[in-house]
């Protein structure tokens, strides 16, 4: 075959189209930037929260707390059942018994807390007042199991004789 004529099988090749090539070292530094970025946020984050928590105010008065709890809950106590009112008195109360006895006094009953205290007991408070807190959790005690009535007569005395002894608790 002469060579200038075209050969009819092959056909002209034809070259991939051309592809921009991309900016390798555009794409790395802004993948590094925002993974800088996410890092300092982060990093500011956590600095943020550990200042919010390291200022702690001074320690919490129980006799303070109990207070102010037992008074909120003399504004409100109409609104409540009387378990309700019960377990508010009993929790108000036991601000000032934690604080004094610790925090196993919590899950005992007065009989309980009386036998397993008693040493304690007799260290800070007289017989009056001892006898003033068996009154004020057998009141709770008989407010949290008695059927629930509308009448409110017995909430109020009670509230305010817990107030009156938290208030009367030696330091």
């Known amino acids: 075959m002469p060579a200038t004529e075209p050969i009819p099988d092959i056909k002209e090749i034809i070259p991939p189209p051309e592809i921009a090539d991309p900016d390798k070292g555009g794409i790395l530094f802004f993948c590094a930037a925002a993974a800088t970025l996410l890092i300092l946020s982060i990093l500011i984050l956590f600095w943020i929260k550990s200042r919010k928590k390291s200022p702690q105010s001074e320690p919490i008065d129980p006799r303070k707390a ?95 004789k817990t107030i009156q002894f938290v208030r009367n608790i030696p330091d």
């Open 66 to 160: 109990a207070l102010d709890h037992l008074h909120a809950l003399k504004h409100r106590y109409v609104d409540l059942s009387a378990h309700e009112v019960a377990h508010e008195t009993v929790t108000g109360l036991r601000l000032v018994i934690v604080h004094n006895f610790g925090l196993k006094s919590l899950n005992l009953t007065p009989e309980e807390f009386f036998t397993t205290s008693k040493e304690k007991i007799m260290q800070i408070f007289n017989n009056e007042d001892k006898e003033r807190l068996l009154s004020i959790l057998h009141g709770c005690d008989r407010l949290r199991f008695a059927p629930e009535k509308e009448d409110t007569s017995e909430r109020l005395p009670l509230i305010e």
